[in-house]
């Protein structure tokens, strides 16, 4: 396959994702209420504009277009931060977690210090199944900030992922410190006495 065959199958099935998410989503927000429509009278204030039946829906060939426009950008400008971490952003969003890595990492080499982008590397590579990488973002993170919840918590969820009961131990009693009230120490509680049997 040539270059541009293997960058429009990426774009297609990004934007299969990306409509079937929002198909999903919408479905999903979605109430018992009747939709208020131009067909219904009298149920809108006098002095509300027209209602045209698209408002609210998307465009697939300019969230398409989007999508390429984005990748495209992130390609072609390797020294700009921001079109990296949106082109992270759009492969996560349909778990390709590994492309999300490679751009997360460009990002990172862009901005060392960039706080959400180490910890996005964390969550990603957790994500990913990578848990010895995702522990040293994660550690990495907290050098960082070290009372951030959702860190503290991804830190035990991978420890405990890789079978090491000391590390999940320590990272727990860090979270539970920061945190007494964190609805996951239940269960990595659980995790943790099931790991030390």
Do not use: C
Not at 61 to 66: D, L
Not at 113 to 137: C, Q, S
Not at 160 to 188: H, T
């Amino acid at each position: 396959m040539t270059r541009e065959n293997i960058l429009f199958a990426i774009i297609g099935i990004l934007f299969g994702f990306i409509v079937g998410f929002m198909f999903a989503s919408s479905m999903s927000q979605k109430t018992a209420i009747t939709p208020v429509t131009a067909s219904s009278p009298g149920t809108l204030p006098s002095d509300h504009p027209p209602l045209d039946g698209a408002q609210g829906q998307t465009d697939p060939q300019a969230v398409r277009a989007q999508v390429a426009a984005s990748l495209e950008t992130a390609k072609n400008e390797p020294n700009n931060f921001e079109a990296q971490v949106k082109a992270a952003e759009l492969y996560y969003q349909i778990q390709r977690y590994d492309q999300a890595i490679e751009f997360l990492l460009k990002a990172n080499q862009l901005k060392p210090t960039d706080y959400k982008t180490v910890v996005i590397l964390g969550m990603v590579n957790l994500d990913a199944g990578h848990f010895d990488t995702a522990e040293k973002w994660y550690r990495a993170a907290l050098k960082m900030k070290s009372d951030d919840v959702m860190v503290l918590a991804g830190l035990s969820e991978a420890t405990l992922q890789r079978g090491d009961a000391k590390a999940a131990e320590d990272a727990i009693a860090k979270l539970e410190k920061v945190d007494p009230s964190s609805q996951d120490l239940p269960r990595f509680k659980e995790k943790l006495a099931g790991l030390k049997k």
